[in-house]
Nanobody, 115 residues
Framework: QVQLVESGGGLVQAGGSLRLSCAAS????????MGWYRQAPGKQRELVAH???????NYAGSVKGRFTISSDNAKNTVYLQMNSLKPEDTAVYYC?????????WGQGTQVTVSS
């Protein structure tokens, strides 16, 4: 079992930045694919970015060049640095881990971008 706890959400003006953090309850990054998803009101949950155990990354087209996913294995923490935020980035952001065939989710953190 793995618990994921997100932090770092909040209210920011368009053009601003936020950094989300996701702390895992144990060391899993060497075996897991870690990712960030988001869900806006009335919309389906969508992949924002993920990072593999080898460190390769992938981004949704809408955030490429603005968001950066990274991990700190020593701290069991994955980050999402979000720059040049837009109102359409407003959503609940969820941390996700895919480990040995199982999916784990955090509780989500709200990000609101005002215009």
């Amino acid at each position: 079992q793995v618990q994921l706890v997100e932090s770092g959400g909040g209210l920011v003006q368009a053009g601003g930045s936020l950094r989300l953090s996701c702390a895992a309850s144990r060391s899993i990054f060497s075996s897991a694919v870690m990712g960030w998803y988001r869900q806006a009101p009335g919309k389906q949950r969508e992949l924002v970015a993920h990072i593999s155990s080898s460190g390769s990354t992938n981004y949704a087209g809408s955030v490429k060049g603005r968001f950066t996913i990274s991990s700190d294995n020593a701290k069991n923490t994955v980050y999402l640095q979000m720059n040049s935020l837009k109102p359409e980035d407003t959503a609940v952001y969820y941390c996700h881990a895919y480990l040995l065939g199982y999916d784990y989710w955090g509780q989500g953190t709200q990000v609101t971008v005002s215009s």
